[in-house]
């Protein structure tokens, strides 16, 4: 016997014998009485052996029935049990929250949200997995992903977070060392630092409407797979770069850099979280996502 199938038929057979009314137990289901009728005579067929005797003045358990209505009792308690138990969890969730995200949210973003989640959740854990390669979340055992970029299809859920730009930056000190950059083709001119996203052939969109897009070839004088030694190698005047504004606009504020070419900026990169939750994601991981967009809108202004 199929004891995944026969679950649902004990827990139906366990009703009928503790309130002893077929008619009260469909009522406790939210079934008809036919329907528990079935189900009860399913599961004696299933089992080979009578577990009621009906009669007109009711019903009465036979001594097989009695025997396993004691077990089905534990079983009912077990069930009852375990959704208490979902329900103080969704309550106050506790245990490892597992995420990947790319290295140029970490510190402004993520790490300031998962701060704010662990004070309002104490029982969370958080396991912190930072890469900039797209990570499968069953295979990795994942709870949420954050990335940039256009969406791979997926069966995976993506709520979106927002957007960001890319600038033409560099510090003033290289600046001053090349000539003045007044027109595309004099970013040419510049040595560049290639982020671990791009290639040789990059676009610009100018500001201004309509929006035109404009190929370009720019020529390394540095690569790196890590946006941090990207902006490190700018900030030591090593070369220009083109990198996302909600990284560099507070470098660029505070003077540590300046802007090329601010007329022009690179492409609109998509923010979004995805998660592996199908039905209503934890109130944990809705939180999250709240605060991951606050702080990510708060860095991006």
């Known amino acids: 016997m199929n ?38 005579k399913r599961l004696e067929e299933q089992l080979g052996q009578q577990l009621l005797i009906r009669n007109t003045r009711g019903m009465a358990l036979t001594s097989v029935g009695e025997k396993l209505f004691s077990r089905c009792e534990l079983l009912q308690d077990q069930v009852d049990l375990a959704l208490q138990e979902l329900e103080s ?12 995200l790319p290295h140029s949210c970490e510190r402004d973003v993520v790490i300031p949200a998962l701060r704010q989640l662990c004070i309002e959740y104490p029982g969370i854990e958080p396991n912190v997995v930072v890469s900039d390669q797209v990570i499968d979340l069953v295979q990795n055992k994942l ?15 993506a709520l ?31 040595g560049w630092i290639r982020a671990p996203w791009q290639q040789q052939k990059l676009f610009a969109y100018e500001n201004a409407a309509p929006v035109t897009k404009i190929e370009i070839m720019l020529s390394a004088c540095a690569t790196t797979n890590a946006l941090s030694s990207a902006v490190e190698m700018v900030l030591n005047h090593m070369g220009a770069a083109l990198l996302p504004s909600f990284i560099v606009a507070p470098l660029i504020a505070s003077g540590q850099l300046v802007q090329i070419l601010p007329a022009h900026q690179g492409r609109q990169w998509p923010f979004y979280m995805v998660h592996r939750f199908q039905t209503e994601k934890p ?19």
Do not use: W
């Not at 979106?160 to 040419?188: K, M, R, W």
């Open 283 to 301: 109130v944990h991981v809705t939180r999250f996502y709240q605060l991951v967009k606050h702080y990510f809108i708060k860095v991006n202004c």
């Open 3 to 40: 004891s995944t199938k026969a679950m649902p038929l004990l827990l139906v057979f366990a009703q009928v014998a503790r309130l002893e009314s077929f008619t009260a137990a469909a009522d406790s289901l939210g079934m008809s009485k036919s329907a528990v009728s079935q189900q009860l």
């Open 160 to 190: 979106p977070i927002g957007a960001t730009g890319e600038i033409f930056c560099a510090s003033a000190a290289y600046v001053i060392q090349h000539n003045p950059v007044e027109c595309i083709d004099d970013l040419q001119t510049l």
């Open 89 to 100: 969890n969704k309550a106050s969730p506790s245990g490892v929250f597992s995420i990947t």
């Open 143 to 157: 709870d949420v992903a954050l990335t940039f970029g256009d969406l791979q299809d997926s069966q995976y859920r």
